[in-house]
């Protein structure tokens, strides 16, 4: 199992964006800080390096989510409201555990296809999910930013999670939302599919999200 990542900060003047690779341990994720509130890149620091404290004891990726959603919530007390996505994967032989907050997501390209893989967590992340429009509209669609759930919100967690295959050869492509909204599930799969390494994959999907011009923060995290 390899891993490599690419960002881009885009048309931003700071990248809340952050990202963790552990190869030893199967373990990548990537946390997008929300950049509309203050201290996003600071909660998207802790939600990594919490992860990365709490995996040499913990293999369930939804008690990594919990404790970084609990991490950021220590780091914003008195401080004010801040906040941050998180797709984190944890992977063992023939299998892939993932979980995670917000509309950072995850595309598993196959032998037996492409799939997307976390769901974004707002309402037309909900729409996408029950079929109820497409990827197309999704893109367009004009409330795309107002998240139901991250680390560091209150009240109830609604931490989503899901156990796929994951055979030798497949590719494992995290992202932020500056790469998945340009390109969409297929375009992501299809070009990581291609790729022979997973550096060349991760550099490949931020390289085809620049060609659409960024308007976001955009980074990939790749295994395969």
């Known amino acids: ?3 490599a990542s690419a960002t881009d900060r885009g048309p931003r ?3 809340q964006d952050r990202v963790l690779l552990i190869p030893e341990a199967g373990t990548l ?4 800080g929300m950049g509309g509130e203050r201290d996003g890149a600071r909660c998207a620091e802790v939600v990594v390096a919490e992860i990365c404290r709490l995996r040499r004891t913990v293999g369930d990726p939804v008690a990594l989510v919990r404790g970084a959603h609990e991490a950021v919530r ?8 801040g906040g941050s996505t998180l797709v984190v994967a ?4 023939g299998w892939a ?4 907050l917000g509309d950072s ?3 598993l390209a196959s032998a037996a296809g492409v799939r997307l893989l976390p769901w974004p967590q707002h309402i037309p992340g909900r729409m996408l999910r029950k079929g109820m429009i497409d990827e197309e509209e999704y893109r367009c669609h004009p409330t795309r930013n107002r998240l139901l759930a991250h680390c560091g919100m209150s009240g109830e967690l609604p931490i989503e999670h899901v156990v796929v295959p994951m055979a030798p050869g497949d590719a494992l492509v995290l992202c932020t939302d500056g790469a998945f909204d340009p390109l969409g599930t297929a375009r992501i799969g299809e070009i990581a599919r291609r790729a022979r390494t997973a550096k060349a994959a991760a550099q490949a999907v931020l390289a085809a999200a620049q060609a659409e011009r ?11």
């Not at 220590?74 to 409201?81: E, I, L, V, W």
């Not at 944890?90 to 032989?93: C, K, M, R, Y």
């Not at 555990?97 to 995670?100: G, I, K, S, T």
């Open 97 to 100: 555990h993932l979980a995670w």
């Open 105 to 107: 997501v995850a595309v």
């Open 13 to 15: 003047t700071e990248n």
């Open 214 to 224: 960024l308007t976001d923060n955009t980074t990939v995290a790749v295994a395969r």
């Open 1 to 3: 199992m390899t891993m």
């Open 74 to 81: 220590a780091a914003m007390y008195g401080r004010g409201y």
């Open 90 to 93: 944890v992977l063992q032989p």
């Open 29 to 32: 994720a990537v946390a997008d």
